[in-house]
């Protein structure tokens, strides 16, 4: 009876230990992540040979540039939107073509890789490392080395961003595949259904909404990638806009207007891919 009144107290008395010690975990993980920071920007300034602090008034003299030699010509700007056109459908094909490549491979390493689905379970860790090193090597690093060697155009560009897509990809589907219904897939082995019909029949039409918006989500991406591999000499638009800004001030209204297109670009094809997950949830919600 005497120590009953106590209880309350220790409870109370040992949640406030461990709240403090959440905080001071916390603090310590926040200090290290600002000395990171702060020695890896350190780093960079110093093999940028000290030039950030003295560039940083500068910043804005590009887009200046930018501006002051497109306003005057404004009258030139619907037909350079016309001559660079072809060049942004090239960037949207490799982006799509790379993006379906992708989704492809993606969807086979899934379901190598998810357990409960896996062909050859004893290899899951070799599909799951495989797609860890897809989505570790970056585009542009695959992209040189292709470069280097079947040389310059949209080929490399559209096999690096597949080779990416398909680890990126391959991580989300795996877990997708996780949640699927096991039921299908045994009753279509129950009957004598290879592995590969068990998958396209039974697991499939269950994630094959997840898998698109997550194919769609990955294509916008694409897009601005196979932009900036370009740069590189991948081809398309990308490719232009390089041009067009090494030449230097004259040539900024033609890079204003590679610009322009592109983000005219991004801005529809994510509102076209917002769309339609819009209409795929709403059409899985009337379903249920």
Do not use: C
């Not at 860790?125 to 470069?147: C, K, N, S």
């Not at 230097?248 to 592109?262: R, S």
Request: hydrophobic residues 50%; positive net charge.
């Amino acid at each position: 009876m005497t120590q009953m009144p106590d209880a309350p107290f220790d409870t109370r008395a040992h949640y406030l230990a461990l709240t403090a010690r959440r905080r001071l975990y916390g603090g310590i993980l926040m200090a290290v992540f600002v000395l990171l920071m702060v020695s890896g920007f350190l780093l960079a300034d110093g093999r940028n040979a000290g030039g950030f602090w003295d560039g940083l008034p500068h910043i804005l003299d590009f887009p200046a540039d930018v501006v002051r030699d497109t306003i005057p010509r404004l009258n030139l700007l619907p037909g350079y939107l016309v001559k660079y056109f072809p060049a942004l459908v090239e960037t949207v094909n490799i982006a799509a073509v790379s993006t379906l490549l992708g989704t492809l491979g993606a969807m086979v390493l899934s379901l190598l890789a998810t357990r409960g689905l896996a062909r050859w379970p004893r290899l899951i860790p070799v599909f799951r490392r495989l797609m860890d090193l897809l989505r570790a090597v970056p585009e542009i690093v695959v992209a040189l080395v292709l470069i280097f060697v079947l040389g310059g155009g949209p080929v490399p560009a559209m096999i690096a961003i597949a080779l990416h897509t398909a680890g990126a990809l391959g991580k989300l589907f795996s877990e997708v595949n996780e949640n699927a219904d096991l039921k299908p897939v045994e009753g279509l082995h129950s009957v004598g259904a290879t592995w590969l019909q068990r998958m396209w029949l039974g697991v499939v039409p269950q994630v094959s909404p997840n898998y698109l918006s997550y194919a769609l989500m990955r294509f916008e991406i694409n897009i601005r990638a196979s932009a900036i591999l370009g740069f590189v000499g991948a081809g398309g638009i990308g490719y232009e806009l390089r041009n067009t800004m090494s030449w230097g001030q004259g040539k900024f209204d033609e890079a204003a207007a590679i610009f322009i297109l592109l983000f005219l670009t991004i801005v529809v094809f994510d509102q076209l891919s917002g769309h339609v997950r819009h209409m795929m949830i709403t059409s899985r919600s009337k379903g249920h």
